[in-house]
């Protein structure tokens, strides 16, 4: 019984995610702002949604076992940004290698996605570093947390500011498809958007504290940590299956939304729930999260090194999905 409410749970943050993320791509159109800053705002915000709601309410309002809590947020926490960085970028070669083939090119806006990694590179170092800074530095890790919040609100300022030369290249966002409640005979402005915008966060908070709780049961039947579940399948079933709009998009060669969908996520979740983590959970150095952090690093310091060579190949991402295969299959092993 509890497999089926955990599947239901998921249903309800998918169903949830995709209400929150239609309303946005309307509201984007309607502000007339660039495909960059929808996705790698707007979108990727909305799409971390599900992801996001998990970690902060483990930490806030989870179970009655704190470190359980715990090991659920800080396995959320790190496990988006290792996905986003290995296995979603590995599905952009999936979705393009037979009409591009393997060593055809990826083609994104370079200033936006170069902006979304560096951004990412710095503020997850400094995430890792604050794995190794002992509780009893209470100021330090308090200053690496909102050193990261401001890390994200400068990202923030320099992205709007780089939108409207994008609108004018030919990059402004265009809405697919009619809204949701618009096709239940509700007209298209501002006050309906924000409407079906609030509807769809409420439905991901009630989807995210039903999926905590069926953690907590499930982590002891198939004999694994919550934080290596935490770690590796909520990703994977709250967010991936959003991140299908870059699947979309890059088929429609459509790639600085694609890309910006992805990097702009890993910002905003290498940026501000980490910034949580730090200052409320232990935030220690297990070996299993130290190896996912390694990895997460590896996987954007390599696509960032092959984009300042000026091409980046279908074939690169491939990297980033041996990177997800290796880390699974290592700590898996673990006793």
């Known amino acids: 019984m509890i497999f089926i409410t955990l599947i239901l749970m998921l249903l309800l943050i998918l169903v949830a995610a995709e209400v929150f993320c239609n309303a946005l791509e309307h509201l984007g159109e309607r502000l007339k702002i660039s495909e960059g800053v929808v996705g790698s705002l707007f979108a990727a915000v909305g799409t971390a949604l599900p992801e996001t709601m998990v970690p902060i309410l483990a930490i806030f309002a989870g179970t009655d076992n704190m470190e359980l809590n715990h090991e659920i947020g800080v396995g959320a926490i790190l496990g988006a940004p290792l996905m986003l960085s290995t296995l979603t970028l590995f599905l952009l070669l999936v979705a393009t290698v037979k009409t591009r083939g393997i060593n055809g090119h990826f083609t994104p806006e370079k200033t936006g996605l170069t902006r979304d990694l560096n951004f990412f590179l710095l503020a997850f170092s400094l995430a890792a570093i604050a794995l190794f800074i002992p509780r009893e530095f209470d100021v330090i890790r308090i200053a690496i947390g909102f050193g990261l919040v401001l890390v994200y609100f400068i990202y923030i300022m320099l992205t709007l500011r780089a939108s409207s030369k994008l609108v004018q290249d030919g990059h402004a966002t265009e809405a697919h498809g009619v809204m949701l409640l618009c096709r239940m005979g509700l007209p298209l402005n501002y006050p309906v958007i924000y409407l079906q915008l609030g509807l769809g966060l409420t439905l991901l908070i009630l989807g995210a504290k039903g999926f905590i709780h069926g953690i907590e049961e499930v982590a002891p039947i198939i004999g694994i940590s919550a934080l290596l579940l935490s770690l590796l399948i909520i990703p994977v079933a709250t967010e991936l299956p959003e991140k299908v709009n870059s699947i979309l ?66 074939w690169h991402v491939a990297v980033n999905g041996v990177l997800y295969v290796s880390y699974i299959a290592v700590v898996l092993s673990f006793p």
Do not use: C, E, H, Y
Not at 300 to 314: N, S, T
């Open 249 to 314: 998009w890059i088929r429609k060669r459509k790639d600085t939304l694609a890309f910006g969908n992805i990097t702009g996520a890993m910002v905003f979740q290498g940026t501000l729930l980490p910034a949580i983590g730090i200052m409320l959970t232990p935030w220690g150095p297990r070996l299993d999260v130290v190896l996912g952090v390694m990895v997460t690093l590896a996987a954007a310091l390599w696509i960032r090194l092959m984009l300042q060579r000026g091409q980046l190949r279908v």
